[in-house]
Each structure stands twice: as structure tokens, then as C-alpha cells.
């Protein structure tokens, strides 16, 4: 194939390529500021927290903005052969990428402090749990992880009974995000009064044995990253293979493009 031919094929490849990616980020942008605005009919579908909720919306708005910028750059540079663009849109990808390196290492190398670290903050979640009006976001995203894992407080159940409310209570309150529905209630008396009170405190009243889920979602938490760690690893490394690519392609094209190129047809 001609240098011109090549430059050609490479051209048109990284337009179309970007022009997917700007498609892409504006569908993501709008999804995201559609579950910000609509957070109450989302909450009612999928059955997740509202704060669990902002924070996806947060984090696909931004992805969102990203990709589109992205692919604004790779477009217009590629189409319009300007140099400038090009350079920022290199420079863009090898941010990320070295970016995504960065995470990996620091995650994997320091991941049994950042357990640790996990650990302090969900127990001291457990011991400030709040019983007047209802919980915060700080709680109310570990009492989404609770239903959701089917566990109870980060070791086991019994790290609840750090919680002041629930030590000095005059009642058997426990969290009502931890209530097993299964529960066999042997002796007839694990009646809970979720209903009417999780809405108010979080906290339930039970009577006889706590109603609840008895393991603790610390082995729940490091059972989920181990099912889905070979998922999670693919798509990273997928993602940078694909960045990779992009800057080798734009950086050729980067460097090929000058004063004496005879200039492919540009659209008016």
C-alpha cells in the first residue's frame, strides 16, 4: 500500500473509531443525568439506595464527558488533519493509560492496607449509626451493601452490639438491613417491627434472637472481588490494549502529516 493509502486508511479509521466513542459518551452523559434527575423512579425498579443511585450518576456523567471529549479530539483531528488536536488527543489517552497503570499497581500492592483501611471505616460506620431521623448517606450506602450481600456488620452480626444505641437500648433493636426473612424463629418470637420503623431509625425491634443474617460481609465483599476479579482484570486490559492502539495510530498519523503532504479530501 502507498504511504498515501496508508495515511488514508489511518485517517478514516480513527474518525469513525472517535466518532463511535462521542456517540458513545453522549449516550452515557444522558444516562447518567437521567438517573440524577429521576432518582426516585429508579430507586422504585431496581431497589437500590438513592445514595448508591447519585453515586453511578456521578460516575456515568463523568465517564460520559470524558469519552465524548475524547472522541471530539480524535474526530476533528484526524478529519481536519490538525496537528494540535492530535497532539492534545495523544497526550489525552497517554494520561489515561498511565493513569490505569498507576491504580493497578497501587491497588494491588497496597491492597491488604487498603482492606484495613475498609474495615476501620465500616466499623466506625457501625458505631455512629444514627437512631434519630433517618440514616445518612455514609449509612445508608452500608445498609444497601447488607441487603444486597445478605451479611451483617464487617466480622460478624455481633459488631453491632458496638453501637451504643443498640447496647443501651431498652429494647432488642439490630439494623433492619440486616433482617433474613428465612429465619426459622424457632421459639415463635423473632417478630420484627421493620415496617414501621426502618423509614424512621434503620433499627428494628425484635423480639427473642435477633433476626438476622450471621456472617459478616467482610468474607461477602472479598468473595464477590474474587468471583469477578477475572471480569474485572479482562476489561481493564482491554481498555488499555485499545488506547494503546489508538495513540500508536494517532501518533503515525501525528507524525506523517506535514507541510509538503499532499492533504487527503477534506469534507467542507
Known sequence: MSPHGCLSVTKYFLFLFNLLFFVLGGIILSFGLWILIDQQSFAAILGSSLYALKVW??????????????????????????????????????????????????????????????GVFVEDAIRTYPLAGPPSEKYQSWDFIQGQLQCCGWNSYLDWHQNPIVDNSSRKLYPCSCHNSSSPGERGTNITEAPAMQGATGFCVAYGEWPVYRQGCVNSVQGWLANNIISIVGVCLGIALMELCLMMLSMFLFRNMGQNYDKLTRYS
Open 57 to 118: 450518576s456521578y460516575i456515568l456523567s463523568g465517564v460520559g464527558i470524558i469519552t465524548m471529549l475524547m472522541g471530539f479530539l480524535g474526530c476533528l483531528g484526524s478529519l481536519k488533519e490538525i496537528k494540535c488536536m492530535l497532539g492534545f488527543y495523544f497526550g489525552f489517552l497517554f494520561l489515561l493509560f498511565a493513569a490505569q497503570i498507576t491504580i493497578g499497581v497501587l491497588l494491588y500492592t497496597q491492597r491488604v492496607t487498603l482492606s484495613g483501611k475498609v
